[in-house]
């Protein structure tokens, strides 16, 4: 059945977690034509990364923009989080440039004007969530400096996160000065622990990183959880892998976050691989889904991987994704 005319929640199979694709993996389709794949494929949502062919947050007319994109999102059945990594919007020249980090105050300035308009987007869609980083400490800026700027520039967004009713989940990123769940608590703590502060858990990053293994950084960071991110990595790489690529076994983690009571979208992020995103949005719900039937039936068992045939476009790019590469 095409998505045009879908009557929304119309899947066969019922889920306790919700699962969405990021749009960053789909970033050689028009926004319109992703959504109803996503839609067809029975995504339950999107993570809409606010991009120049998605969405351009600093384009002409972008309420009325938001406006048609909330009533196909209405019209597909789709959830959707609002997410600000895109690479170049602000900055042709400088990937996630400027940053809340940046010792120019006027670049700072632009970077929060961008999370404004993603939490003005975020609130006329009806989205569960804002997503945001923290950015990499600029040469020459000592940590303390750069957790104070961190703290002022995300006060205004914070407040402006409280009027619209949306909250803000900041994601600790590889390389970011808020890299890890011990730095989000040093945020926390600073800002005073506001309300609608909340945490972008990526499962990949727990992996890579974390001293806890994934599923129990999903216990310890349920009381915050506000927007959920889900792909494969091994250990110390910063490489967002298709399922089944990397080291994480999976059962115990949606069981762990299924929980919680997690409500959100639980989004799948392969931002390397729009070059194949519909292959990969095709293969990724079937793993995930397979995954969560085996943490349902307490009997967890290892997924297969990905039947990796040819996709369309070449093989995947195995560049690592951290945050300082090209």
Known sequence: MSSQGRVPDAHPAVSALRFGYGTNGLADLRLD?????????GYSGVGLTLDHMHLDPLAPDLAARTRRVAQRLDALGLGVTVETGARYVLDPRRKHGPSLLDPDPDDRARRVDLLLRAVRVAADLGAHAVHCFSGILPQGTDSGTAWKRLTEALTPVLDAAATAGVPLAVEPEPGHLLATLADFHHLRRALGDPEPLGLTLDIGHCQCLEPLPPADCVRE????????????MRRGVHEHLPFGDGEIDFPPVLAALAATGYQGLTVVELPRHSHAGPHFAAHSLPFLRHAERAAAAAAPSPAPALQQAAPPHGAPSTTPEGSSTP
């Open 33 to 41: 034509d992703a959504l109803s794949l996503l839609a067809d494929l």
């Open 221 to 232: 960071a349920a009381p915050w959880l506000r927007h959920v991110q889900i792909e494969d």
